[in-house]
């Protein structure tokens, strides 16, 4: 399967326009690895790897990115989901914030099994929310992530310091909640 995510990711960024990768690793078992592909007319193609102590899946889908205004972007996706607890789709929303300051994204959907074990649940997904320090490329503010299905929830939340650059940013997140996380979060576009 890891494989499969390779080929698909870097088949997503082939084409001409904006692509971003995200690589995030942490204290416990989580690991994730994103690639995205952004074309000039707004159609996103997006592939990501993510896997834990217990699940590995892959998730394969498009949306559409919404420039809401000059600081705010909204982008509704639909994913295809192949894990080691079943398949299913999942349909969320990506929003961007970026101005004034404030820096902020996170995705939040709703997985729906259509076999395996996995239960269906609603997931907010690489939420971090920062504000600038003046005159300089930090930010601090805040991170969470988490999930509820039925008769479970997991959630995560802490402080954030994120540094940007020319290419993306770095993010470092301490969590806490059902767990105690360092997560280091590099976002790189070209």
Known sequence: MKRLALVLCLAVGTARAQTEVELRASTTEYRYIEVSHTLPNGIVADGLYWGDQVLDELWVGGGYYFD????????????????????????????????????????LGRFMPTSGSLASYTELDGFEATRAVQGSRWGV???ADGWRSADESYWLLGPALRRADRRGAWSAWLRFGDDTELRLVRSHSF
């Open 141 to 143: 503010g805040v991170a």
């Open 68 to 107: 809401v205004t000059g600081w705010l972007g909204a982008l509704p996706m639909v994913y295809a989901t192949f894990g080691t607890e079943g398949r299913g789709v999942s349909l969320g929303m990506w929003v961007t914030i970026d101005g004034g300051g404030w820096n902020a994204r996170g995705y």
